[in-house]
């Protein structure tokens, strides 16, 4: 039998009342188009689950007759958006691409980016040598393509939703973008992950006497000179503590 599940519970797969029954091959329509077998496609032949099983009685059910039942999962074409993400990324120039790939280490749970793009315009440029101003110059190819969405809003094919998210864990979104660029910056710079700072950095005392945690408490695996750069973070920005 089925259980009552509690809303912040993830579903057991092996706990599923309807289980596909019949599956055949259909053309399916889509709107993004996808590269398959080096064409540009709008529609391909795809598994298509006509009736399902329920486990509690034994019946043969049409999925018609299933189509607004709550206990019906929702088919999911995961490998399709994978598709279709590859497709746009392929498309863009060489050095938006690049762009693009450094926006989507950035993706928060909440559909968007943190910081917002207008940030990351300023970061990427001092990543990569480059100015501000024609890097900004990357964002218009990005919104055409249909990634960017908003301010800090990705577009619907590059979205994370976290629906069983915590807000402490939203409250760390900012210092977890910064600890990401610090450690982007030492990969740049071929420093090894186990180097260690020569000398405190002279801004390191103020953190200590704030009384600010210390990093080197919280996780204390990480590099000496990481942990120096993420407690003067933790200082400047204590709405961002970290978890």
């Known amino acids: 039998m089925t259980r009552n599940m509690s809303h912040d519970e993830a579903p057991d797969p092996t706990n599923a009342r309807y289980i596909p029954w019949t599956v055949v091959m259909k053309f399916r329509e889509i709107t993004a188009p996808i590269m398959l077998q080096g064409k540009k496609v709008t529609s391909y032949r795809a598994p298509v689950i006509t009736e399902y099983v329920d ?19 929702p088919v999911i074409h995961a490998s399709e958006r994978c598709l279709q993400r590859e497709f746009i990324l392929n498309s863009l120039r060489p050095e938006v691409r690049e762009f693009a790939f450094f926006v989507l280490r950035f993706r928060n749970q909440r559909r968007g980016v ?9 970061w990427y440029a001092e990543l990569a040598d480059k100015r501000a101003d024609n890097v900004r110059r990357y964002i218009n190819p990005l919104e055409e393509a249909g990634m960017i969405a908003g301010e800090s809003l990705l577009g619907p094919l590059f979205q994370i939703a976290g629906k069983l998210v915590a807000a402490r ?3 760390c979104e900012d210092s977890n973008a ?7 910056r030492l990969r740049q710079h071929g420093m090894d992950s186990e180097a260690v700072a020569d000398e405190e950095p002279g801004w390191f005392k103020f953190v200590a006497q704030a009384g600010a945690p210390r990093t080197v408490e919280l996780h204390p ?7 120096e750069v993420l407690d003067w973070y933790a200082l400047e920005h204590p709405e961002g503590q970290f978890a």
């Not at 943190?114 to 300023?122: D, I, N, S, Y």
């Not at 910064?178 to 982007?184: A, E, I």
């Open 55 to 73: 486990t509690l009685t034994g019946e043969i059910l049409q999925a018609t007759e299933l189509r607004n039942d709550k206990e019906l999962w």
């Open 114 to 122: 943190t910081p917002g793009f207008e940030q990351l315009v300023k």
């Open 169 to 171: 864990e939203h409250l």
């Open 178 to 184: 910064y600890s990401r660029l610090v450690l982007m």
């Open 221 to 227: 695996a990480l590099p000496a000179h990481i942990r």
